[in-house]
């Protein structure tokens, strides 16, 4: 019988044979007892580590066997070109040997935003955008001052209209001709309610972006109206008032400067700020009486623009003094602080024409007797 050091049996009898069996001066039994004993000895499965997941958790070394073998990928999958359900190797460039590709309408969308937003500018400057990300937006600006319009003319034309004229507006960037009705509310009518006596509605043109439209609208607020819907910009231009009935008294507005006129329906007679004996006259140290103007100029006017008579009526001519505040004195006053003005009666009865700017609502008087009266000629808007 042959030996066979590859077949185990073999081995297996020469180790069981008592003593040395030497060849060549080599102990043959025991190279064979020390391959039999690292061929046959036994391994727990903790030993044995799967290289990709670390320790693996099977008890035996069969069921270690067979975890190894259901994470293990298999050759086949790995593929050098695109191939669907397969694993893609990289080059020798270390580069993906394939493109890319995903959903076309995703990728340009990426770009867009889901709702588009409006981007607006508010204060003085105005203008809004709509911008969804997918190109740059330009945005119109309005500047809406009031000097920007050009040979501006508001008059009122009846009890319950005005019209509004201009060469130019900015917010058309042409010329204007506007009318505004008290008696209808809304679009070039009031902003709310309905017209009320001894009250002052201020004027205001009003633009709607998105139509480009342009129109007015009436307020008893005098710096910011109630917008009509899809109005968003506006500019006052002047105000108007009502008399006791809710008429309009008839004025007539050339750019800041507003004059009353004398229509002989509404108006038959200069309005009277102050008439008659008034505080206490002195050349030196007078008693002023305060005359309010709420009810002749709007709370916006810089101006005053006076009309005085000291020959009221007819009878004998007074002394009329006026100033803008009470703390002026008479004129022969020690200290030399005189006022404004001083018409002496004694000079002979005449009228005279005062513009005052206005510190507070109300001018001081001082008179000499009865045929005194102050008349309001209209104001200079703060515009």
């Given at each position: 019988?042959?030996?066979?050091?590859?077949?185990?049996?073999?081995?297996?009898?020469?180790?069981?044979?008592?003593?040395?069996?030497?060849?060549?001066?080599?102990?043959?039994?025991?190279?064979?007892?020390?391959?039999?004993?690292?061929?046959?000895?036994?391994?727990?499965?903790?030993?044995?580590?799967?290289?990709?997941s670390g320790n693996i958790s099977a008890t035996t070394v069969q069921e270690a066997v067979n975890e190894l073998d259901t994470e293990k990928v298999n050759v086949s999958d790995v593929v050098t070109a695109a191939?669907?359900?397969?694993?893609?190797?990289?080059?020798?460039?270390?580069?993906?040997?394939?493109?890319?590709?995903?959903?076309?309408?995703?990728?340009?969308?990426?770009?867009?935003?889901?709702?588009?937003?409006?981007?607006?500018?508010?204060?003085?400057?105005?203008?809004?955008?709509?911008?969804?990300?997918?190109?740059?937006?330009?945005?119109?600006?309005?500047?809406?001052?009031?000097?920007?319009?050009?040979?501006?003319?508001?008059?009122?034309?009846?009890?319950?209209?005005?019209?509004?004229?201009?060469l130019y507006n900015p917010f058309t960037n042409s010329s204007m001709n506007l009318a505004v009705s008290l008696s209808t509310v809304g679009v070039n009518g009031l902003d709310a309610g309905s017209v009320a006596?001894?009250?002052?509605?201020?004027?205001?043109?009003?633009?709607?972006?998105?139509?480009?439209?342009?129109?007015?609208?009436?307020?008893?607020?005098?710096?910011?109206?109630?917008?009509?819907?899809?109005?968003?910009?506006?500019?006052?231009?002047?105000?108007?008032?009502?008399?006791?009935?809710?008429?309009?008294?008839?004025?007539?507005?050339?750019?800041?400067?507003?004059?009353?006129?004398?229509?002989?329906?509404?108006?038959?007679?200069?309005?009277?700020?102050?008439?008659?004996?008034?505080?206490?006259?002195?050349?030196?140290?007078?008693?002023?009486?305060?005359?309010?103007?709420?009810?002749?100029?709007?709370?916006?006017?810089?101006?005053?623009?006076?009309?005085?008579?000291?020959?009221?009526?007819?009878?004998?001519?007074?002394?009329?003094?006026?100033?803008?505040?009470?703390?002026?004195?008479?004129?022969?006053?020690?200290?030399?602080?005189?006022?404004?003005?001083?018409?002496?009666?004694?000079?002979?009865?005449?009228?005279?024409?005062?513009?005052?700017?206005?510190?507070?609502?109300?001018?001081?008087?001082?008179?000499?007797?009865?045929?005194?009266?102050?008349?309001?000629?209209?104001?200079?808007?703060?515009?």
């Amino acid at each position: 019988m042959a030996y066979d050091a590859n077949v185990p049996a073999d081995n297996l009898i020469i180790s069981e044979i008592p003593g040395a069996i030497r060849q060549n001066g080599v102990d043959i039994k025991s190279v064979i007892d020390a391959h039999t004993s690292d061929t046959t000895d036994a391994h727990t499965a903790s030993a044995i580590t799967n290289v990709a997941s670390g320790n693996i958790s099977a008890t035996t070394v069969q069921e270690a066997v067979n975890e190894l073998d259901t994470e293990k990928v298999n050759v086949s999958d790995v593929v050098t070109a695109a191939v669907a359900n397969k694993i893609v190797k990289l080059d020798s460039n270390a580069k993906l040997p394939a493109s890319i590709t995903g959903n076309a309408e995703t990728a340009s969308s990426a770009t867009k935003l889901m709702n588009a937003r409006t981007i607006s500018l508010v204060g003085t400057i105005t203008g809004q955008g709509s911008f969804d990300g997918t190109s740059d937006v330009a945005i119109t600006v309005f500047c809406p001052y009031f000097s920007l319009f050009k040979t501006f003319v508001m008059q009122a034309t009846s009890n319950a209209e005005a019209s509004l004229t201009s060469l130019y507006n900015p917010f058309t960037n042409s010329s204007m001709n506007l009318a505004v009705s008290l008696s209808t509310v809304g679009v070039n009518g009031l902003d709310a309610g309905s017209v009320a006596g001894n009250t002052w509605y201020h004027i205001f043109t009003i633009y709607n972006p998105t139509t480009t439209t342009l129109a007015c609208i009436a307020s008893t607020n005098a710096s910011c109206p109630t917008l009509p819907l899809g109005y968003t910009q506006y500019c006052r231009m002047g105000s108007l008032y009502t008399n006791a009935s809710g008429s309009l008294y008839r004025t007539i507005q050339r750019g800041r400067s507003t004059q009353y006129v004398l229509d002989g329906t509404v108006l038959t007679a200069m309005r009277l700020v102050a008439q008659g004996a008034l505080g206490t006259y002195s050349d030196t140290a007078p008693s002023w009486y305060a005359a309010s103007v709420s009810s002749f100029v709007p709370p916006t006017a810089a101006k005053i623009n006076l009309s005085v008579n000291n020959y009221y009526e007819g009878g004998s001519t007074q002394t009329i003094l006026i100033a803008p505040n009470s703390n002026y004195a008479g004129r022969a006053n020690s200290s030399g602080n005189f006022p404004p003005f001083h018409f002496i009666g004694a000079i002979g009865g005449a009228v005279f024409n005062l513009s005052l700017l206005l510190e507070t609502t109300n001018i001081y008087v001082a008179t000499s007797g009865s045929h005194c009266a102050i008349g309001v000629l209209g104001w200079d808007d703060n515009l």
